[in-house]
């Protein structure tokens, strides 16, 4: 995070369910900082007031053309399929806010993350000590702190799927996140890609800093030459239908895939492709309104 005399603080009204695809979104198009996905007061252990459907999104500088930014992204949502009500107004406000130590405001509101009674995820700048595996992050301008569920159904699906010594592959692993939790696991090898060049970085140095030896690259799906024991793919719904054929191609037989990113009510779309793929789908995993689907590629 860098140091600013002030700042911009953009605030978009949205549907809280897809928070995390609007918030990867502006760190990969806006000059973005950090996000609060929301703020809750407390009176006598009651909540007395939200900020839930309103994304704040903090911003080294005002962007041009922010309107026509924001209309095309949305337009591009609803051509992948989510509708009108999916996707919330997205109203805006923007405006120069003096620096009150804005980045300690941002880091407040991301801290420890129990995601299971094995698995913590702890955030760069805070101590912590324990017996379970500990994923230390930075995000950086990638998305994937640890917190949303689509992620943490990953987590807990390494936990419980990945073969002991088995060749990994995140095809679109953002902060590394996942890739570096399969690799303190028992991996054997790791390898991450993203079509996005600006997260490639992050991923590697949260890679360092975690002792995690993975490999990291810009590709997609389509381009990986390599075969893999076990394959986590955390995108959106439509392009997992997209790729689904990609997909199974980098799996060995009887391999693992974890499909996750999906909405409950679009479960279906990739279902769909899962079936048209003839991949046999062995658990349905559920977080709040999210899902992931692991299957098997069948001999």
Request: overall charge negative; hydrophobic content about 40%; some cysteine.
């Amino acid at each position: 995070m860098c140091s600013l005399d002030n700042y911009f603080e953009l605030q978009i009204k949205i549907n809280p369910e897809i928070e995390d695809i609007v918030s990867e979104f502006c760190f990969e198009h806006l000059p973005c900082e950090g996000v609060l996905l929301a703020e809750e007061a407390y009176k006598d252990l009651e909540m007395i007031s939200t900020t839930e459907g309103t994304l704040k999104v903090f911003l080294t500088s005002e962007p041009e053309n922010l309107e026509q930014l924001l209309a095309a992204q949305r337009e591009l949502l609803k051509v992948r399929g989510l509708s009108d009500a999916e996707l919330g107004s997205w109203e805006f406000v923007i405006s120069n806010k003096p620096n009150e130590d804005w980045s300690k405001k941002w880091k407040e509101k991301w801290t420890v993350t129990k995601v299971s009674e094995k698995i913590t995820v702890v955030p760069d700048w805070i101590e912590y000590n324990g017996n379970e595996v500990i994923i230390k992050l930075e995000p950086g301008c990638a998305f994937g702190t640890g917190t949303h569920q689509t992620t943490q159904l990953c987590m807990k699906a390494i936990e419980k799927y990945m073969p002991l010594e088995g060749r990994v592959a995140d095809i679109g692993m953002g902060s590394g996140i996942l890739a570096i939790c399969a690799k303190k696991f028992g991996a054997s090898y790791v390898y991450g890609c993203d079509n996005d060049e600006t997260v490639i970085d992050v991923a590697r140095e949260n890679a360092v800093k975690n002792n995690a030896e993975c490999v990291f690259e810009l590709n997609t799906a389509d381009k990986v030459a390599e075969k893999f024991d076990f394959v986590l793919a955390n995108i959106l719904h439509n392009v997992l239908a997209e790729i689904m054929g990609d997909l199974k191609n980098i799996m060995n037989n009887g391999a693992i895939m974890v499909l996750s990113g999906i909405l409950d009510e679009k479960k279906s779309v990739v279902l769909e492709a899962i079936k048209k793929h003839s991949l046999e789908l062995i658990e349905e995993a559920h977080q709040d309104q999210w899902a992931a689907l692991i299957v098997r590629k069948v001999d």
